[in-house]
């Protein structure tokens, strides 16, 4: 499942101040069509960070003063998402797309046009066999790895199609924007969550409720189903399965883990396998300190508009890094608990030998985000287990406390 081949590092180059302004204007649209904060300033040209060996501070913008109230979050939550774009996964489109639909038997197509080109893409709609519609849903790459209730549907979201596993650019959102498009396979299959949330909206002959979707997947669809989440605000909850480093992972840590004799997918490893992330990751993966981010801000993104998130994690796969997923979740959750919504985001790391298997033992918290988050029932979801034995000293990774935001 590690496929390996070398990608090639690509330069961005001096931007005239009249790009810049462009590139400004571009950004407010594309996160307007993600619909995001349109107000939030865009990332300056030139990022100069100090290496820190620690996960940083979430809590502290570019600008240098640590927010201090609830108001200032959802421009810093602007700012990770577009870290995020440039350095690791690359940048979203920047238009609107136009989407129609037509629902046919349980295939819902999707045609989405832009900047003059189209494609289209079909997912599979299994509608639970109890409840009223309009239902709730699960969108699962590839086809659910978690056990999914009788009351919940199972749309069903070949991502490879969108973006291949195997062949950088390739697949029905290359297509559409071209070969050459700095997105890796990660948000590009991302943008098409983002999508289906459109088709789901406009199609009630799908009869989906769009206000209770869910995302999962498992493995390096772990990784794709919480970047989608992250990305995708109307996803109500998020079950990513097993997606070790980039899903519940941090690079930081996971270089260390290697360091120290234990073999686990580091950054420097993923950028030479499959085409994942933008190009543009690897001018940093043998320098993981110089990230003015780890993933444990990319679980902040969950933290507003407040949604579910239940990291299903395995603590027995050791090239998962069960450490690294432990302690980068952890820190991510810190995010949560000063914006007071800690209960929404959970992890359950059990032990067992199956990748991509579902134990037991992770069935009573999976019930539980399902019930709160897409079947609205008043259940409780402040959940945080591991049988794992971690020894690491938090410490050592976190040098930042959870503020008191007014
Ligand atoms: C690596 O080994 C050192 C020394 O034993 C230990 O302190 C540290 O916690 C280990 N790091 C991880 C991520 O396991």
């Known amino acids: ?26 950004i407010l649209t594309a996160t307007a069509a993600l619909g995001q904060n349109t107000t939030c300033p865009s990332l300056p040209t030139t990022i100069n960070y100090a290496a820190n060996p620690k996960l940083p501070d979430p809590f502290l913008p570019l600008s240098g003063s640590r927010i201090t109230s609830k108001a200032q979050w959802p421009c810093r939550k602007e ?5 995020l774009q440039r350095y ?19 295939t819902l197509t999707i045609k989405v046009a832009d900047g003059g080109k189209s494609m289209s893409f079909s997912v599979t709609i299994k509608l639970p066999t ?20 009788n009351t919940v549907a199972t749309i069903t979201y070949q991502n490879f199609d969108m973006a291949a596993d195997n062949g950088r650019g ?17 948000i590009a299959a991302a943008w098409g969550v983002d999508r ?16 209770r979707v869910g995302v999962t997947g498992c493995s390096r669809n772990g990784k794709g189903s919480i970047i989608a989440g992250a990305f995708v605000d109307r996803l109500a909850l998020a079950l990513p399965q097993e997606g070790g480093q980039s899903a519940a992972g941090c690079w930081r840590i996971a270089d260390e883990i290697q360091k120290n004799g234990t073999k686990v997918e580091t950054a420097h490893q993923i950028v030479n396998g499959d085409s994942w992330f933008s190009t543009d990751f690897s001018k940093y993966v043998d320098a993981v300190p110089t990230l003015p981010w780890d993933n444990h801000m990319m679980h902040a993104l969950y933290a507003d508009p407040p949604r579910g998130l239940l990291v299903i994690e395995n603590s027995a796969i050791e090239y998962l890094g069960p450490t690294s997923n432990y302690h980068c979740a952890t820190a991510g959750r810190m995010v949560h608990e000063a914006l007071g919504v800690k209960d929404r985001f959970g992890l359950t790391q059990v032990s067992h030998s199956d990748h991509c298997g579902f134990p037991s033992a992770s069935q009573a918290p999976l019930t539980a985000f ?21 020894t690491i000293d938090e410490g050592r990774w976190v040098d930042w406390t959870v503020p008191k935001l007014s």
């Not at 289906?196 to 206000?211: G, H, W, Y």
Request: without cysteine; proline residues 6%.
């Open 1 to 26: 499942m590690w496929a390996i081949t070398r990608l090639e590092s690509a330069d961005t180059g001096l931007v005239s101040f009249i790009m810049l302004s462009l590139l400004y204007t571009l």
């Open 79 to 83: 700012e990770i998402r577009q870290l």
């Open 88 to 106: 690791s996964y690359g940048v979203l489109p920047t238009t609107k797309p136009t989407v129609t639909t037509t629902m046919s038997g349980t």
């Open 130 to 149: 109890s409840g009223t519609a309009p239902y709730p849903a699960i969108i699962a790459y590839g086809g659910a790895s978690i056990p999914i209730p």
């Open 170 to 186: 390739k697949g029905k959102f290359y297509d559409l924007y071209g070969s050459s498009h700095n997105a890796g396979g990660l």
């Open 196 to 211: 289906i949330m459109d088709a789901l909206e406009m199609t009630p002959t799908a009869k989906i409720d769009p206000k």
């Open 370 to 390: 399902i019930n709160r988050f897409l079947l609205k029932q008043e259940v409780s979801t402040d959940i945080w287990k591991t049988d794992g034995k971690f």
